[in-house]
């Protein structure tokens, strides 16, 4: 499998998928509301992420080994397929920090920190994370920001207007705003989004195939680690309690309970993990620039 690419200009991707999305929506998936001051179209959403990509690529330090960015790519892609937005060109990339965090940005761009690899114990916990960035793209939560910040700073007619023609325009936006890095910074949803993403990022895995009670293991290593905010950061900042995100997802497990055989781990993740240990061992606080 090749190494991923930035997009590039062209159509929004088919999907290919065994299952029906449709008939497989619970009434208890959240419904995706876009606001009427967001009007990119999914493609216009896609170069938008192209364009940031390309800011983050000359702004932040990523670890570039092949084989575990085919790893997270495989991830990303089958959960993407399995959310609520399948047709987007979802890809992952991994920021060399320490700190454990992951984003997602416009177009269906999952930027995971090192440090959350190095945390998750198993293939299910890692699923749980890049399920609810998956999340986040699904439900429009990033675009809705941008926009809200294109508007704020009288940007969002002309990103609009030359989002599909002239990249370089839009990148020059984007630094006035403070760059990439800042604006990812910038990207703080509410409590309310946050439940949103879990919710959806449940499904997203039980549809992709993997065990759901990962995110349940997921968030109880996160508030195993709450007390040190050099560790994880911001990470709780934005979020709702992690007790009450894990009682969701209970909740969730007893009504929408996962069939039998979903993965809960895998050789491959335990792979990824020994692969990453021989790297260099990454920065430790804060966002290489």
């Known amino acids: 499998?090749?190494?991923p690419m930035p997009l590039t200009r062209r159509q929004i991707v088919a999907p290919i998928a065994t299952f029906s999305l449709a008939s497989l929506l619970r009434a208890s998936e959240p419904k995706i509301l876009v606001p009427s001051y967001n009007t990119f179209t999914d493609q216009e959403e896609v170069e938008l992420g192209e364009a940031f990509d390309k800011k983050m690529q000359s702004e932040a330090k990523f670890v570039t080994d092949g084989?575990?960015?085919?790893?997270?790519?495989d991830i990303v892609h089958r959960l993407g397929l399995a959310s609520r937005r399948p047709n987007l060109p979802y890809f992952a990339r991994i920021i060399d920090v320490a700190v454990v965090n992951a984003n997602a940005v416009p177009g269906g761009i999952v930027y995971v920190n090192r440090g959350l690899l190095d945390l998750v114990r198993q293939e299910d916990e890692l699923s749980a994370a890049l399920a609810h960035e998956v999340g986040h793209v699904a439900a429009h939560h990033g675009t809705n920001k941008l926009?809200?910040?294109?508007?704020?700073?009288?940007?969002?007619?002309l990103v609009k207007r030359e989002v599909l023609h002239d990249q370089a325009i839009v990148a020059g936006v984007i630094e006035k705003l403070g760059g990439a890095l800042f604006l990812l910074a910038q990207l703080q949803y509410s409590r309310t989004n946050e439940s949103e993403a879990d919710l959806l990022g449940y499904y997203?895995?039980?549809r992709g195939g993997w065990d759901p009670d990962g995110m349940v293991a997921l968030l109880q290593l996160l508030l195993s680690h709450s007390g040190d905010p050099n560790f994880v950061e911001a990470i709780f900042s934005d979020h709702p309690p992690?007790?009450?995100r894990i009682q969701a997802i209970q909740r969730e497990l007893r009504q929408a309970p996962p069939s039998?055989?979903?993965?809960r781990d895998a050789p491959r993740f335990h792979q990824m993990k020994e692969m990453l240990a021989?790297?260099?061992p990454p920065r430790m606080k804060g966002m290489p620039r």
Do not use: C, R, V, W
């Open 1 to 3: 499998m090749p190494n």
């Open 67 to 73: 084989l575990i960015s085919d790893y997270l790519n």
């Open 242 to 244: 992690t007790s009450e």
């Open 147 to 157: 926009a809200a910040i294109f508007i704020g700073k009288s940007f969002y007619e």
């Open 278 to 280: 021989q790297l260099p």
């Open 260 to 263: 039998a055989g979903l993965i």
């Open 204 to 206: 997203n895995m039980l």
